[in-house]
């Protein structure tokens, strides 16, 4: 069983581990530097 990140809804590309912004926590696409909210429905970070 992995806890990686899906991948980057836009783009496909690698999503980081979750990051600790001012007010959520996001991951953000180490390909196009896209930033996802963890409950942005795109994203399986479970």
Known sequence: MSDEPKG???CGGRLTEPISGDVHCYVE???CG???DLK???I???
């Open 40 to 42: 942005d429905p795109r």
């Open 44 to 46: 399986d970070v479970a």
């Open 29 to 31: 696409c180490t390909a």
């Open 8 to 10: 980057c809804p836009n």
């Open 34 to 36: 896209s930033r996802f």
